[in-house]
């Protein structure tokens, strides 16, 4: 380790899928910065968020714990403050006790909004929303059937929230003498799926990738996915449902070259400082998107769309350029990694990644929470566990399982459970003792708790506005 500290900058971007950049082999999509940043340092492609949702991933970030140590297993707006008793300061208050200079700029998504993560400058979308003349609700936020729908954005590229997110970002790392340490949150490439002009229309539909459709009992054992499209409006599986699934894919990727600009002027103003050599920067992101494969939408799934996530490290004056490594590597290790490069390890439930340990399994978990109870217990938790080339999924529902190998079978079509039921049996034995670990409830008499099959239900997303009685509210025109 230097010297010095190192300034330390976490980047990270909201249910962006792993397989994005286009330095790491995935040549449908334009990401020029973000290959830039892969060039610059480590390229670790077995990354996986342990809660595949917005609010538990976020909490492992700052949390540095596994979700079964913070209960937030799914997006559970309870009020966060206790964490810091239960797992340890905040990622940003902990850099702040080792000497840094802390700001974060865009979105937390924790709960009161006023929280108090540790920053000495934390900015967030209200701030944009002050500062910006602009109709900000195109930036995001549910709208019912067009939540997943492919759409352009009237706003400029420049008035835009991720715009404004690498303007202040910038701002600050010019302005900091250091040490610092940034968090620089953007909130795309989440629904709804809006490029601004030109990026609407950098991808033709009839060129992306398509969707992976090739067994659908089997994308749907987990009943959250039909659920969850019923939701969203986004139940059609036949050939119009294709058709729009590639439209939205082009307008995504069309928003992941949008966020790559801004990321680029992020990582512009680290190399236009002096001690630019010795700027540590983590970029991943929250979760994935299903972006219509296995005939899903949004993310909760332990598929690879879903639960991997892209993650780089690069600190060129420590770590080597343009190296790419298959460790399974979580977000509960970032914490460890800034506090390990600020001279101060505290791992927590992460590993040494800078030091190159590797962990034997990683595990992930989801679960819709109940407003009753710290843990939710009901037919809708499943888990993942990662070993080698194994992965193993459960199901509470009806207590199913699934068996990839990831190697052999990277699009996950075919399920091994019958084939290789002793794999299985240890895998589920896994999942037990990690649960066992953190007292879950999700274990009863030492075996994972089953329910019995049942369909979820979600219903259809309305805005709270929605009118129930449609002739009351054509008569109120």
């Not at 799934?301 to 460790?327: I, K, N, Y």
Request: glycine share 8%; charged share 30%; with cysteine.
């Amino acid at each position: 380790m230097p010297d010095d500290q190192p300034n330390v900058l976490l980047v990270m971007t909201d249910q962006q899928r792993f397989d994005t950049i286009n330095a790491l082999g995935h040549e449908h999509v334009h990401t020029p910065n973000l290959d830039r940043l892969a060039d610059r340092g480590v390229s670790y492609t077995n990354a996986y968020s342990p809660a595949p949702i917005c609010v538990p991933a976020r909490h492992v970030v700052r949390t540095g714990s596994d979700p079964c140590r913070t209960g937030y297993l799914g997006n559970d707006k309870r009020d966060a403050h206790h964490l810091e008793e239960e797992c340890g300061p905040f990622l940003a208050r902990a850099m702040r006790e080792r000497g840094y200079e802390t700001f974060g700029v865009g979105k937390y998504h924790a709960h009161p909004g006023d929280i108090d993560l540790g920053y000495d400058l934390q900015l967030d979308g209200g701030d944009y929303a002050a500062e910006v003349d602009a109709d900000t609700s195109w930036d995001g936020g549910k709208v019912g059937a067009m939540n997943m729908l492919p759409q352009s954005c009237p706003l400029d590229p420049e008035d835009r929230k991720s715009a404004w997110i690498a303007d202040r970002a910038t701002t600050e790392i010019e302005d900091r003498e250091g040490p610092f340490f940034g968090f620089v949150s953007f909130s795309n490439p989440h629904p709804r799926f809006n490029p601004s002009p030109p990026f609407d229309e950098l991808y033709d539909p009839d060129a992306v990738p398509d969707p992976i459709r090739e067994n659908q009992a089997l994308d749907m054992m987990d009943e959250k996915i039909p659920a969850q499209n019923h939701h969203w409006w986004k139940d059609r599986t036949d050939d119009t449902g294709l058709h729009t699934a590639r439209v939205a894919r082009a307008y995504y990727y069309g928003l992941v070259t949008q966020l790559d600009r801004e990321i680029g002027r992020v990582l512009d103003a680290v190399e236009a400082r002096e001690d630019s050599e010795n700027t540590l920067i983590v970029f991943t992101s929250d979760h994935g998107e299903m972006l219509g494969d296995h005939h899903g939408w949004g993310k909760t799934s332990m598929f690879e769309q879903s639960a991997r996530v892209p993650f780089l490290v690069s600190w060129p004056e420590e770590l080597p350029a343009g190296e790419r490594r298959d460790d399974l590597v979580s977000l509960a290790d970032i914490l460890g990694i800034c506090t390990t490069a600020a001279g101060d390890q505290d791992l927590r439930d992460g590993v040494d990644v800078l030091a190159g340990e590797e962990r034997e399994r990683l595990f992930a978990v989801h679960q819709t929470p109940r407003k009753t109870s710290h843990f939710s217990i009901g037919p809708n938790f499943t888990m993942m566990v990662r070993e080698d080339d194994w992965k193993y999924v459960w199901m509470a529902n009806g207590g199913r399982e699934q068996l990839f190998d990831v190697a052999r079978d990277p699009r996950e079509t075919e399920n091994l459970v019958d084939e290789h039921p002793d794999v299985a049996a240890r895998l589920r034995e896994a999942c037990v003792a990690h649960l066992q670990r953190h007292d879950s409830p999700h274990v009863e008499n030492d075996a994972l708790r089953e329910f019995p099959y049942r369909e979820l239900d979600m219903g259809r997303y309305l805005p709270d506005t929605y009118p129930t009685d449609v002739g009351a509210a054509l008569e109120d025109r």
